[in-house]
Structure formats: C-alpha cells, structure tokens
C-alpha cells in the first residue's frame, strides 16, 4: 500500500458486505455503504472505490472474496 492509497474496509457477511471508505488524506471514514454479496454488487462497489486511484481492500475474508476480480 502507497501514502496514496484509499482504505476500504469490508465487513462481510452472507448475504450482504459493508463497507468503510477511508480515501487518501482523511483521518476518518468518508462513506458507508452496505451492497449485497454477488459478484456484481461487489464488481460495481471495486470499479466505484478505484476510479480515483489505487485502493487496498482489507478485512476478514477479504483475500478469497476479491480473487475473482
């Protein structure tokens, strides 16, 4: 992760992640949002977070969740 690198935290669930939104240069929490847990609420959710940059994904779960994008 570089000093330009928005957080999102994820939250996630069986039915449904949520998500916190911690871009570059905040010291809190910009945006929470909670989307269904389908590949396509969570494809729209990563294309939304990246259009400004580089983003970095954490939370429990998170790695298998997003490697299939």
């Given at each position: ?22 871009p570059y ?45």
């Amino acid at each position: 992760m570089n000093n330009y690198t928005t957080v999102v935290g994820l939250d996630v669930h069986k039915e449904s992640i949520v998500a916190a939104v911690l871009p570059y240069g905040h010291k809190d929490v910009i945006e929470q949002v909670s989307i269904e847990n389908n590949p396509k609420a969570i494809e729209k959710l990563v294309n939304r977070v990246t259009r400004q940059g580089p983003a970095e994904f954490v939370g429990d779960g998170v790695r298998s969740l997003l490697l299939t994008f």
